[in-house]
Each structure stands twice: as structure tokens, then as C-alpha cells.
């Protein structure tokens, strides 16, 4: 751009005219753009690319520049004003890429297989304690119940094998667990 044209343009941009940024975003671009590839690190170059991090400079620009937030007195104070903010962005995004990058682990050192759903020793522990709590609050006629329900099986199919009905198999499943609460507030208190 010529010095007047340029000047021209600087008074825009000071008075908030969005034409102007515009025309400063365009022309500032493809600089911007070498400023953050130059001083990209290379562990993070796969993380992100230097258009990503002017985009989002002029993001942020955009309302400064609409609203006339700052002062350039030429086009050196206006690249340089640039270049820090777009180093002060890559810094920043690049700090964060990095802290994630090394706490990543490349696939071949994770384990062949999946992670079990399969409960972890202290679980199966904890279930057991509640199963013979269970049992020592139930009377033995209502232990087949119990050892039904933990099979899986739904109240109407309890109720078929047992011969009760399905209301009563509730009921029993019910009190049961009221007591297994209270009988627990109890202890805790």
C-alpha cells in the first residue's frame, strides 16, 4: 500500500470504521500468518495451523477495531501492535498443545486390550457385604427371591418360578430395602 492510502486507512481504522478493518485484515493476513508459522513449534504444528491462530486474533480484534479502541499512529505501531498479539495467541495455544502433548501416550504403549468392565476386588467386596445383609434381614422363605432378583430376572418371571404373585414379589423386595436403609441410618447413628 502506498504511505497515503495507508494513512487514509489508519484514520479509519482509529474512528471504528469496519470497512477498514477489513481491508487491514486482508492486508495483514498472509503476514500474520508467517509471523505464527516462524515461531510455531514444531511439537505443536500438528495440533493446529497458523490460519487457525489469526482467525481467531482477528476474533478478537474485530470488536476493538469496530469500536475504536485503540490508536495507530502509523503502520509500523499497527504491525508491531499485530505481530505481539499474534505472538501473545501463539504462546499461549501453543503452551496448552504442548502441556496436552506430553501427557498423551502413543497407542503402542497402552495395553492389548481394553480395560475390563468387570468390577474392580473392592466392589465385589462391598456388593458382598450388602448380598449378606441382605440375606440376614430376609427370612429363608423369601431367599429364593432374592437369589432371582440378583440373577437378572424381572418380578414377573420371579413370580412365575415361585408361584407368588408379582405385587407380592415387590412387596418383598420393598421391605426389603426399607430395612436395609433404616437398618442402615440406624447403624450410622
Known amino acids: 500500500m502506498e504511505r497515503r492510502e495507508t494513512e487514509g486507512l489508519l484514520d479509519r481504522l482509529n474512528r471504528g470504521d469496519e470497512q477498514a478493518a477489513e481491508q487491514v485484515f486482508r492486508a495483514y493476513e498472509p503476514f500474520l500468518r508467517r509471523v505464527v508459522r516462524r515461531r510455531l513449534p514444531a511439537e505443536a504444528q500438528a495440533r493446529f495451523e497458523s490460519w487457525d491462530i489469526v482467525q481467531s486474533i482477528w476474533a478478537d480484534l474485530w470488536t476493538g477495531f469496530r469500536g475504536g479502541s485503540w490508536y495507530f499512529a502509523d503502520e509500523a505501531h499497527l504491525r508491531a501492535f499485530l505481530v505481539r498479539v499474534a505472538q501473545c495467541?501463539?504462546?499461549?495455544?501453543?503452551?496448552?498443545?504442548?502441556?496436552?502433548?506430553?501427557?498423551?501416550?502413543?497407542?503402542?504403549?497402552?495395553?492389548?486390550?481394553?480395560?475390563?468392565?468387570?468390577?474392580?476386588?473392592?466392589?465385589?467386596?462391598?456388593?458382598?457385604?450388602?448380598?449378606?445383609?441382605?440375606?440376614?434381614?430376609?427370612?429363608?422363605?423369601?431367599?429364593?427371591?432374592?437369589?432371582?432378583?440378583?440373577?437378572?430376572?424381572?418380578?414377573?418371571?420371579?413370580?412365575?418360578?415361585?408361584?407368588?404373585?408379582?405385587?407380592?414379589?415387590?412387596r418383598v423386595l420393598r421391605r426389603l430395602a426399607r430395612e436395609a436403609a433404616f437398618g442402615r441410618a440406624e447403624k450410622e447413628t
Request: glycine fraction near 4%; charged fraction near 25%.
Open 89 to 170: 495467541r501463539l504462546y499461549d495455544r501453543a503452551r496448552k498443545a504442548l502441556t496436552q502433548a506430553k501427557r498423551e501416550q502413543p497407542l503402542a504403549l497402552l495395553p492389548a486390550e481394553p480395560p475390563t468392565a468387570d468390577p474392580r476386588p473392592s466392589e465385589c467386596a462391598q456388593a458382598d457385604a450388602v448380598w449378606q445383609r441382605l440375606l440376614e434381614l430376609c427370612p429363608q422363605e423369601h431367599h429364593p427371591i432374592l437369589h432371582l432378583r440378583r440373577a437378572g430376572l424381572t418380578l414377573v418371571e420371579i413370580a412365575s418360578r415361585t408361584g407368588l404373585h408379582e405385587g407380592s414379589v415387590r
